[in-house]
């Protein structure tokens, strides 16, 4: 099984350290390849930044229909273009904040997220509600840490996203912790350990998810909202995205 995990940045090292967290969450014999596009932002913390992550994520999708890839993982916790990613895919596609909420419902009550910018608090709340998940989200926190200050050496992140989980724990009722940033997938084992209760990063709970999927023969269905896209020109800049009928794959 080749399952490939997708940093829709374009921050190297910190796509090294994410495709460690999912080979370290995979099966015997799962192949886990992770990359970056080839152009995007450096880090995704807003709108902007998500929408301009969207296509380079679209052509490592692309890409990877060419190659036997059996599923994917959108390793950022705003799920960007995951809609869109599903349309061009035959096989399952999960992100990483999906897969994170659903699997904290199977494990706990209630469950709190715990991110970096206080500004993407409110994609998180969206998400949320979109994923049937409202109900299990006791709160969404942030520790003000900037996405790449997680691989900065010297950083203090660690210190600081541990006691953001300990005040969700005591002030939000809350009984397991979802972390909401992929750039976290390394202090998971930490932060269980220090705070004895369930800690779920979203890149190992994707990763387990696809394969799951995969293993069962589940693959995206192409039936209705989720068929593959119509074939139609693009222009300027997205001429390299026209689709071609019936094959629907990218123009080179």
Known sequence: MRIKIINPNTTWSMTEKIGAC???????????VA???????ASIESHYDEALAVPGLLQEIAAGEQQDVDG???ACFGDPGLQAARELAR??????????MHVASLVGTRFSVVTTLARTIG????????YGMQRFCANVRACEIPVLEL?????????????????ALAE?????????????????????????????DGVAAGTQLVESLVNLRLGTSKHGELAQPPAKPMTGLLEGFTLQAPALRRAA
């Not at 994609?123 to 509600?129: D, G, I, P, S, Y």
């Open 22 to 32: 999912a080979r370290s969450a995979a099966r015997p014999g799962t192949e886990i």
């Open 35 to 41: 990359v970056s596009p080839s152009m995007g932002p």
């Open 72 to 74: 994917y993982v959108i």
């Open 91 to 100: 096989g399952p596609v999960v992100g990483i904040a999906q897969a994170a």
């Open 123 to 130: 994609q998180a709340r969206h998400l949320a509600e979109a």
């Open 151 to 167: 691989d900065a050496p010297g950083s203090k992140a660690r210190e600081r996203i541990v006691d953001e989980c300990r005040r």
């Open 172 to 200: 939000d009722g809350s009984d397991t912790i979802v972390l909401g940033c992929a750039g976290m997938a390394d202090l998971c084992a930490h932060i269980a350990q220090v705070l004895g209760v369930p800690v779920i």
